[in-house]
């Protein structure tokens, strides 16, 4: 493990060098993938020079078994010591995990209402609101891109971007169909009925992550329209943009300015395009792994929020929680944290890594 670590660590080197030249920093692409890399290894640095400096500790204490008067103090020493070691080469392993480049990105979010009618809709409406609140704890922030109201509250559709700290990292395992059992407001016999929304989470893509000709884009204007389809302006801010070798479409019309919502559509689409080779990725994997917590499947169902029971199941990792009402505001914090660290006891057991 030293050895491993001290090979990073002339690369971490190397890295700190390099961000410095005038030749890199002109040249913005490599300085930001740089840059990157250089605040990735500073982590495994600072566990590199702790293990260095514990190991130090432990070969002092063992020279000190061989003085007669220091050997009961040695002894404590070791029996503190040797555990330490144990804890930190776990954490080491963990943190020497290849990253999947993708998980420091933003986040592009896109709830749909699935089966269950103007249920479907208003869930779609909650999970929004459970991903605004969680983002809010982050200190993230949501933009809206685009959003179809549903005709009894919530969204038959809504996108929204998320950026921050290692969103995308965090917020890729909520991909997937969300599930809701409970009495819809419009059911008079109180008859619980089950309905769907599906997630998708997709990293945002970088101008030099994915290059889009003007050419193959067709650019189409329309007036935005609000509750029902009514138009809410008598301008033409609204856009749609359709990738002509994908068929890949993207609309914004959240702004008035059209520039703006042009700019958001463009986000989306070169996410959506950068996304097709994500997914390539995942499902080679899904081929290699017996259990993904992370999923190119979309139509894989992931969670049931029960209300008559105050209980949200993941079923990728079997976990139960009966805090409903806490998890429906926000609080997902914990079901991320089990999802990483079984993305993590995947990679540590087979040896392999998304990238």
Known sequence: MLDKLEAIKERFDEVSQLIVDPEIISDMKQYIQLNKEYKDLQPIMEAHKAYKNLLSNIETAKEMLKDEEMKEMAKMELDELQPQQEVM?????????????????????????????????????????????????????????????????????????????????????????????????????????????????????????????????????????????????????????????????????????????????????????????????????????????VTGDRSAKIRTYNYPQGRVTDHRIGLTEYNLQNVINGDIEKFIEELQLAENAEKLKEGTSID
């Open 89 to 293: 080469e776990e954490e080491i392993k963990v943190l020497l995990i290849p990253k999947d480049p993708a998980d420091s990105k933003n986040a592009v979010v896109e709830i749909r209402a699935g089966a269950g009618g103007d249920e479907a809709s208003i869930f779609t409406g909650d999970l929004y609101r459970m991903y605004f609140n969680y983002a809010s704890s982050k200190g993230w922030k949501t933009e809206l891109v685009d959003a179809a109201d549903g005709t009894s509250g919530g969204y038959k559709e809504i996108i929204f971007n998320v950026n921050g700290e290692d969103v995308y990292g965090m917020l890729k395992f909520e991909s997937g169909v969300h599930r809701v059992q409970r009495v819809p407001q419009t059911e008079t016999q109180g008859r619980v009925h089950t309905s769907a929304a599906s997630v998708v989470v997709m990293p945002e893509a970088e101008e030099f992550d994915v290059e889009i000709k003007d050419s193959d884009i067709r650019k189409d204007t329309y007036c935005s329209s609000g509750p029902g389809g009514q138009s809410v302006n008598t301008t033409y801010s609204a856009v749609r943009l359709t990738h002509i070798p994908t068929g890949i479409v993207a609309q914004c019309q959240d702004q008035k300015s059209q520039h703006k919502n042009y700019d958001k559509a463009l986000k989306v689409l070169r996410s959506r395009i950068y996304e097709i080779e994500l997914q390539k990725r995942l499902d080679e994997l899904a081929g290699q792994r017996k259990t993904m917590v």
